[in-house]
Every structure is written in C-alpha cells, then in structure tokens.
C-alpha cells in the first residue's frame, strides 16, 4: 500500500471516528431551556426519546415547545406526545448550535411539525420522518401569527403570546443559515420514490415537506411527499417569507416581500469506505400529482440529480415550479427536472423563471403525457429567462459518445404532447443539444414500433436579440435541433420564433417534420419566423418536411436580409402520397442572397402529390436561379424522381415540382430588382481581333461637341442607381453653364421636338412601379424621367460628324 493509499485510508478513519464520536455525544443535546410558562420535558428510553409537556394555546391547535439544543443521532427516535386536536408543533432552538438529525422525527396523529433553529439544521444519511402532518424546517428566526405576535428562537426571554391565530411568516434574522441534507433512509413500509430508491425525508401522501432557510445542499439526500407538496426556499438575511395553511394543498409559502435570495444546490455524494455515487432526488410523484416550488438566488443540479413530480393515475398532473434570481444550471446526464403524467390525466406544468437556464452535458428540462385524450388538457413547459438560454450538448469523436441536452415535451403512445415557450433574450443551441415537442411513439424491447396518436405541441420562442442554433453534421439529423414532430398519426405542432437575429448551421436545423412510415401518417407543422436578419450557414436546414404525410408552411419575415451559404436549405417537402408545403418569404425592404454555386436550395418538392407553393417578395434578390422540373431533368440528365433533386446541382436553385409533372407547384418572386435582359445586346458570334481592331466612334462637329462627363475622385459611378455609394465618393449638386450664345442657337434653330411629348404626365394614379424608358426636358427646363420613350425629329446638319454621315 502506498503512501498516498495509508493516508486516505487514515483520514477515512478519522472522519467515521468523528462521526461516531459526535453521535454518541448527541444523545444529551436535546435540552428544554425553561423558556416557556408550561416547559417541555424529556423523558429517555433505551433509544427512544419521548417529548412531553409544552405550552399549549388557548385554542388548543398549537403546541409550543423551547429548547437550548435540539439534535437526534443514529438509531434514535424522538416522539412528540401530544393530546387533543393539535395541529401545529412548534419547536425552536435557542441555543447557539446547529441542529444534527441523522435519526427519526415522530409525531402520532396528522399534526404539523416545525422545526426552527437559527443556527443551522443537517439533516444526515439515516434522517427520517413517522409523522402524519406536515414537515417545515427552517433557520428562520422567528415564527409570525396574523395578530402580530412572534415565536422567536431569537429572544426566548420575552415570554411569548400564546395566541389563537394561525402562522403566517416566518422571520430570518440578519444572517440566514443553511440546511443541508443526506439522507437516504428507507421507508419503513418498504416503499421507494419514484425513481426506485431510497425515501430519505418522507411525509405522507398529501402532505408538505418544506425546506427554509440560507443556503439549501443536497449530498446524495432525498425528499420525498408522495402526492404532496415540496417547498425549497433559500434566502437571504432580513426576508419574511409568507405561510399559509391550507386544508387541501398543505403550507404553501411565498416570496413576494423576500428581497434577496441565496442558493439551492444538488450533487451526489461518495460513500465511505465503498465509494458509491450517491445522487440526490427531490420527488413528489404519486397518484395524484404532487407540486414543487423552488425559490432561491442560483439553483444548481448535477451529478445525475433529479427534481421531478410524475402523476400514476388519471388525476390532475403535478406542478414544478422553479424561481431565481440569477440562474438555473443543470448539468451532467441523467440530471433533470421532470413533470410527467403516466396515465389519462391532466398532464403538470413545469415553469422556470430566471436570469439564465443553461443545461449542458446530457441534462434534460422535459414534461411528458403518456395516455392523455383529447379532451384533458396537456401540461406545458415555460421558460422565461430575461438573459439567456443555453443548450449544450456532448459528443466524444473517439467513442462515438453522443449526449444530447434538451428541453422537450413528449407524448410517447396516445397522448397529446405540452406545448413548449422560451422567452429570453438570447437563445443558444450547440449541439448535440435540442429544444422539442414532440408525438414520439413507443420503441418495444423487440424491436416493434408502436406510432403515437396523439397529436404534437407547439413550440413558441421570444428571443429579443438572437437565436443561435450550432450544430456537428457529424452527429446526424435528429440532434442540434428546434423541432415540433410527429411519429404518428396526428400532426406535428406549430413552430413560432421572433427574434432579431437567427443563425442557424454547421448542420442545425429549426425544423417541423412529420417521420416514420405508417398508414395515414400526420403531417407535418406549419413553422414562421420573424427576425431583423436570418442566416443559414454550412448546412443550416429550416424545414417542415414529411417523409410520408403532409408537408408543413413556412412563413418567414425578414426585415434586412435572409442569407444563404454553403449547402443550406430552406424546405416544405412531402414525400410519398402527401402534397408539398407553401414557402413564403418577405423581406419588401430587405435582401435574399445565397453567392454563386454555393448549392442553397429553396424547395417546396413533392414526391406523387401537388408541388407547393414558393412566393417571395424582396427588394433585392441575389444568386438563385428559379427551375422547372424540365429544368432539373437536362441539367441532371435523369427523369428518375429519386435523383431529381436540386441539391445535386451546385447552383442556388428555387424548386417547387412534384414528381408527377401534371401537378408541378408555383414559383413567384416579387421583386424590385431591374430585369438583367432588358438593354442588352446580342454580341456578335465571331471572334473579334481587339490587338488589331479598334471600335470607330462619330467625330463630334462644332463647339457642342466638345463638352465633357468627367467623374473625379475614387468612388467612380455606382453600377446601378439603387448600389450604395462608396465612402469616397463625392456628392454635387448640379449646376447650370452658361452656353455659348451661337451655338445654342444653332441647337435651338436645328433641333424640333414635338412640345406636347416635353410636357410631365400624372403617374400618381397608378401604383405600378415601371421603369423608365426615357427621359424629356420640359419647359422649364427640368429633366423628367418618363415610361416610354418620346418621338423626335432631329436635324443634324451642323452638327453631325462628317465619319458618322458616311455611315
């Protein structure tokens, strides 16, 4: 054994020793410290501690209980005997140590048990629960009551109001402790949590769990409330945090004049000496779906731990809740937080509000409906992060390792699957990572594929300044994704984003897809787009494609401009018997560009069905080229409809066929852009010789030939009118020459032009927008640009050249 070995081993000792030795010491730390008019006993018991006495209210629903110091070790049990109809006990600690369970907390009957000390509670691997009521343990630092009045852990010298009202706060001081828990215990009845293991802190079905105080760490430690409610709050020094009772949901809490929070978090822990990972649940799945609420500055999970809250039977689904001030982080895989339904009732909701989501590394955010119908509603999803949202996925190129992070919904078998919002200010995907809603369908263990029926979510995203999707080509289709789809026979939900600017590629795709082979498959969602600026880049796909139903619409909204490059795509196509999707694109005041042979494809194709229809309005469209299916079948030299395909061109092409040619789609594209075949001239067939011939113009006559166009400085003349200027060139009014007298009125006497064609005619009644043919100068002597070109006799005798004559 080396000496790194010999020296954990020894410290291992240490650490069990101290442990022994603080348990052992533990059996005396539960001490009434005299503070109450009718004070609490301790009565010891081989290893049962039994709690008698206590100052009861006049009501007789609470039962105060004081003490200098409060902790239970290993194998201890400490009973709370009462009598009547006792709702609350009230238990505080005075003292200036922290309280230590690691053994059971009983209470008879359904009373509530508080457990309130200022200093710190931890609660260790063997801490558990034999209560019928409820359970909050807080370092807050006092108990508040409605009428004013306070049980303080604080100030146990002012003999305290012993009133009728009910709890409604409680009050931290200037310094919020934290809570720690451990616990795995085992349920006495055998029962586990929802994921197969060990119930740590339990209450009974219905009933609330509540965690209160500074810092909240979970190593390896569960909570458990079957059907019940789950509260973790973390807060800062000085808060108040509201209570309420309630006969049908338990204690509920609220942070509404809490300022200032502090952090949640969940990890596993190693144990001694075998070193299993031990990982942290918080569950409040049952028959009935149970609600979690998390409140607190940084909620952190990894390790593999889970917050979750499923529902077994056809009751309403449960509620998970997650509040911060700053961040919600989940990392590793297997880490999630879960609000599932596995039956035919309403499935939960799962809302998250924060500054920032990240998820990385395999962890999930997800909601499922297992057997929901049609007319139960469907839990939803809700991220509202006023920063951020960010997806990170995981692949290892050496093993082939993929693990994709995700925020989805999915309904496996009959159920509906929950829609999905995102609002943020910056959405970011890199993959292998994926937001989706989806009706999936059920792989069996033999290999059978079951198709869903229900029908898929819709998915809505606010990202005011950008949505960023990254992906891997090399991890394939189905990750690196924003996706609705249907494996089955309903159609595939709706997918909506607004943003300023989207960036999609290195094989990312938004897509709304309907997939698998199946008798009278669903079809495929319709997918818009709102956004400043949209650019797909090396294998950016935006899609509604349908391998065998329906292909779904696109609509995108472009306020400057839609660049395509490297093999991107746009894509409504449908496969098989279905018809192919409409494509519509307006950017009025903005430009679509893809550069030359870049293979970027707009498609809205159709294997036996209707093509679709592609409309784009722009005012500028640069680098495609609109083709036919005739098209298609000379350039590639094939009618085959498999090889028809225009990404098999390395052109940027616009399609809209079907592989049956009677029910081709239609291509319209409304532009501004002046059409490049007007003006020009067919040039000669034979070659000619520039080093030995040179073009002849007309020699100008008199001194009106001898004007000058002169551009000066380097910006030169914009190639067309509607190319911006250059930074260096130079703008001038137009000014006016004087002529010379003779010779204007050689132009004047030589020159007639029909005066009716110089006069300026009213275009404000047309909206047409034409091109001008022409151009006049009227009477006044102003240049008019016109739509057709003006009549004129022009006699030329002083003023044509003697070449140009000849000719």
């Keep these: 054994m080396n000496y790194l070995q010999k020296s954990h081993n020894y410290l291992g000792l240490i650490t069990i020793s101290v442990i022994v030795f603080y348990a052992n010491s533990a059996i005396a730390q539960i001490d009434p410290d005299g503070t109450l008019p009718n004070n609490s006993q301790k ?15 006049p009501d007789g629903k609470n039962l105060f209980h004081s003490f200098r110091e409060f902790s239970v070790p290993q194998n201890y049990t400490v009973e709370f005997k009462h009598s009547g109809n006792v709702q609350n006990i009230i238990s505080r600690i005075t003292g200036n140590s922290g309280s230590h369970i690691d053994g059971i907390l009983k209470v008879n009957g359904t009373t509530n048990l ?37 049980f303080s ?51 009974k079905p219905s009933k609330t769990l509540a965690l209160v105080g500074g810092d909240i760490t979970f190593e390896g430690g569960n909570l458990t409330a079957p059907s019940g409610r789950i509260e973790l709050g973390s807060v800062a020094g000085n808060s108040l945090v ?53 409140q607190a500055k940084r909620l952190l999970l990894d390790k593999g731990s889970i917050i979750s809250t499923n529902t077994s039977n056809s009751e309403l689904g449960g509620i998970l809740t997650v509040n911060t001030s700053e961040s919600v982080e989940l990392n590793d895989r297997n880490t999630s937080l879960r609000a599932r339904n596995r039956s035919i009732g309403e499935a939960g909701n799962l809302t998250i509000t924060t500054g920032k989501l990240i998820v990385r590394d395999g962890a999930q955010v997800v909601i499922n409906s297992t057997d929901s119908i049609d007319s139960v509603p469907v ?28 925020l989805s919904s999915i309904a ?67 990750f690196n994704l924003l996706s609705t789809s249907t494996q089955g026979v309903g159609d595939a939900g709706n997918l909506t984003i607004t943003t300023g600017k989207l960036t999609v590629r290195d094989g990312a795709r938004i897509s709304s897809s309907s997939e698998g082979n199946i008798p009278n498959p669903g079809g495929a969602g319709d997918l818009s787009v709102t956004a400043r600026s949209i650019f797909l880049e090396n294998q950016g796909v935006i899609e509604t494609n349908s391998q065998a139903g329906q292909g779904g619409n696109i609509k995108l909204k472009v306020r400057d401009l839609l660049l395509m490059r490297r093999n991107s795509q746009i894509s409504a196509n449908a496969g098989s018997d279905g018809n192919g999707g409409n494509i519509t694109i307006k950017a009025p005041n903005g430009f679509i560009l893809a550069p030359p042979l870049g293979n970027n494809d707009i498609t809205a194709n159709a294997n036996s069905g209707s093509g679709g229809k592609i409309t784009i309005d722009a005012k500028r469209i640069f680098g495609f080229v609109p083709r036919t299916r005739a098209d298609l079948v000379r350039e590639l030299n094939t009618e085959d409809p498999e090889q028809l395909d225009p990404s098999n061109l390395l052109t940027n092409d616009i399609t809209a066929f079907s592989g049956n040619p009677s029910l081709n789609g239609i291509i319209q594209i409304n532009s501004l852009d002046v059409d490049p075949s007007k003006g020009l001239v067919e040039l000669p067939v034979n070659v000619v010789d520039n080093s030995t011939q040179v073009a002849a113009g007309c020699n100008g006559g008199g001194k009106l030939a001898k004007g000058k166009f002169t551009v000066s400085g380097r910006g030169g003349i914009p190639s067309n009118p509607i190319e911006p200027l250059t930074a260096e060139t130079v703008l001038a009014d137009w000014i006016t020459l004087e002529p010379d007298i003779d010779n204007r009125a050689n132009a004047l006497q030589n020159r007639t032009v029909n005066q009716e064609q110089l006069q300026p005619k009213n275009y404000s009644q047309t ?41």
């Design 43 to 57: 009565r010891t018991e081989t290893n049962t501690i039994t709690i008698e006495g206590g100052t009861l209210s």
């Design 114 to 150: 508080f457990i309130i000390n200022p200093n710190g509670i931890t609660f260790g691997a063997n801490a558990s629960l034999n209560i019928g009521g409820s359970f909050i343990a807080t370092t807050a630092s006092s108990l508040n009551f409605g009428d004013g009045s306070k």
């Design 153 to 203: 852990a604080v100030s146990p010298t002012t003999t305290p109001l012993l009133t009728v009202s009910v709890p409604i706060g409680l009050q931290f001081g200037a310094v919020a402790k934290p809570i720690r828990n451990q616990s795995q215990a085992r349920s006495s009845d055998g029962t586990t949590n929802g994921f197969g293991g060990n119930v740590g802190i339990q209450v």
């Design 242 to 294: 509201n209570l309420e009772i309630n006969d049908k949901q338990g204690l509920i809490l609220g942070y509404e004049n809490v300022q200032k929070f502090q952090d949640i978090k969940l990890t596993q822990r190693t144990e001694i000496p075998s070193y299993a990972e031990v990982r942290s649940y918080v569950d409040s799945s049952g028959e009935r779906g149970g609600t979690i609420q998390v």
């Design 379 to 406: 839990g939803e999803l809700t991220v509202n992060a006023s920063d951020s949202v960010e997806l990170l996925g995981f692949s290892s190129p050496g093993n082939g390792r993929i693990i994709s992070s995700e």
């Design 412 to 478: 496996p078998l009959a159920g509906n699957a929950g829609n999905i919002t995102i609002t943020t200010n910056k959405l970011r995907i890199q993959g292998p990572a994926k937001v989706t809603t989806q009706s999936a369908g059920t792989l069996l263990a033999s290999g059978e594929a079951i198709p869903a029926t229900g029908k898929g979510g819709n998915l809505t995203v606010k990202a005011f300044e950008s949505v960023e999707l990254i992906g891997d080509p090399s991890t394939g289709r189905f």
């Design 767 to 807: 909206n047409e927008i034409v091109e001008a043919q022409g151009w006049i100068v009227d009477a006044n002597g102003n240049v008019v640009l016109v739509a057709q070109v003006p009549t004129a006799t022009l006699h030329n005798s002083a003023l044509t050249s003697v070449s140009c004559a000849a000719n």
